[in-house]
């Protein structure tokens, strides 16, 4: 996962609190994403950025917002953490070349 | 982006067993990938597909792209413990950049 830093890995929130994650590339990649994945339902993606300045909505982008502020850095926001938002998220970039997604290493969420 | 099915979820296999993950669609597709992610990892690309019957090997490995590309598959032949995870295939995006993923097979492999 060389060239995408996700942090934090690990947050634990109560319900109603908000949280920012955070995503930065180093590859100079224009396509970023967010996926959440959860035990028996694969990934599934929640919002991706095909450029700076834009982003467009995935499958489950329902109780998130996100921001491409500049080419490096794409956030997720929860503005009120639910339980069902317990997960573990990736962010993900889009290579050049071939189209494959490099991954981060994930961030693990808990909400109580 | 383009909706697949992938069966089955999970798989057992004995260690030297062979092993194969089926990634279906019902509409033709420009591409296919493959990720493979270990427990407590995160997805890994494999392989990419694009013609129309393709074929490509990695080890013990094979990848299948259907004469029809609405269908894949990938064959492990004579699992080892080190291919344990979960396996994801996931359609070309087109000119969209919206990638789905498949639900995934999670792959056992008893020693």
């Known amino acids: 996962n060389a060239g995408v830093t996700q942090t934090p890995k690990f947050q634990v929130l109560k319900t109603g609190q908000s949280m920012t994650l955070q995503c930065a590339q180093d590859m100079n990649h224009n396509s970023m994403y967010w996926y959440r994945q959860d035990p028996g339902m694969g990934l599934r993606l929640i919002y991706y950025?095909?450029?700076?300045?834009?982003?467009d909505k995935g499958e489950v982008p329902n109780g998130y917002n996100v921001s491409r502020l500049n080419k490096r850095e794409f956030s997720l926001r929860l503005e009120s953490a639910a339980p069902s938002q317990t997960s573990v998220y990736f962010c993900a970039i889009l290579g050049r070349a071939n189209e494959k997604l490099f991954f981060g290493s994930g961030t693990q969420l808990s909400v109580l | 982006g383009q909706q697949v099915m992938q069966i089955p979820q999970y798989q057992h296999v004995q260690e030297g067993e062979d092993f194969t993950t089926y990634c279906n669609s019902s509409?033709?597709?420009?591409?296919i990938q493959w990720y493979k992610q270990r427990p407590g990892g995160h997805p890994v690309f494999l392989i990419q597909l694009v013609k129309s019957g393709e074929v490509k090997k990695q080890k013990r490995l094979t990848f299948q792209f259907g004469e029809a590309k609405k269908n894949s598959s990938l064959h492990i032949t004579a699992t080892q413990t080190t291919d344990v995870g979960t396996y994801f295939c996931a359609p070309g995006s087109g000119n969209t950049g919206k990638l789905i993923f498949g639900q995934g097979t999670t792959l056992q492999v008893k020693p």
């Open positions: 509409t033709t597709l420009s591409n």
């Open positions: 950025s095909a450029s700076e300045g834009t982003t």
